[in-house]
């Protein structure tokens, strides 16, 4: 078994690291940043996301396990003072495993010859499409179905997992972790008698496909997860349900509903 140990830059976090690198060694286990079998983050849910970035091309290959080094989190079961639970836990049977799906983002661009050229992209939590400076036009269609013309600031399109998140501030329900759906949010939609768009979150079943498109996606910032990005030449985005997943070994089932309570109540 090869483990990696995936940090946030509290210093807290380092001495967490520091003693799990001690601890693992007393153990035997190796450690390695390249091509682990499990990675322990050590941090808070956004270490997670940094990390599930990090090690996106061999996800498959890969379980996770989080010590959160501030309160419990979404996707951290454990505390620093549990290191030693940690390492025992490391070296049982993980059957006790949890899948939790990416979001599938194809962004196609007309290319300089008119074909179309797509980029797969991967969120774990959400992915939005924001226009800060200008009324952002999006026509949104469902599998076949024109649905709406959009006009506001942007949407977050969330995974069950990352419900909790962004797309809780937006209004968006949360959604268990094992239901296979995501969800559409609006950010700052106009709606008068002129535009009008459906104002609730949609909750869309995995073999459906939300296209967003518009004739001007020039001053829009693209966020997966902590990461951001401005395309020039965009037309079009396909968003659903990847089959690709995130892989936890759960310390227990059934904690989603006391994170929520704790945290949000
Ligand atoms: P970050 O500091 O890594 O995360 C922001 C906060 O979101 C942290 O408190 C983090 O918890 C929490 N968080 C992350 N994933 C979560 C989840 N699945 N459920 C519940 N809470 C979660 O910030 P960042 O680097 O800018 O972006 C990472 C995430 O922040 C994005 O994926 C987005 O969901 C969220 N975000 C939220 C808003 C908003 O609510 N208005 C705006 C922008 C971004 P920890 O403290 O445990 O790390």
Partial sequence: MRVA?????????WQVKQQLIEKLVEQGIEIDDHCPDIVL???????????VHH????????????IHTGHLGYYTDWLPSELDEVVDFLQQDHRNVCQYPLLSIVLCECGSTSYEVCHQLYAFNEMTLL???????LNVTIDDLFFESFRGTGVCLSTPTGSTA??????GALIYPTLRAFQMTEIASINN??????GSP???????TVTLQSENFK????TRDHLYESYQNIQKIRVSLSNRSVTFIKRREGLFWNRVKQHFL
């Fill in 5 to 13: 140990i995936y940090t946030n830059e509290r210093e807290v976090s």
């Fill in 41 to 51: 983050t050590v941090g808070g849910d956004g270490t997670v996301l940094h990390a």
């Fill in 55 to 66: 090690y996106i091309n061999q996800i498959e290959d890969i379980k996770f396990i989080g």
């Fill in 131 to 137: 226009n800060a400076y200008r009324t952002q036009h």
């Fill in 166 to 171: 962004y797309n809780k501030s937006l209004g």
């Fill in 193 to 198: 008698n002129v535009f009008r768009t459906i």
């Fill in 202 to 208: 949609l909750i869309i079943p995995e073999e459906q």
């Fill in 219 to 222: 001053d829009v910032t693209i």
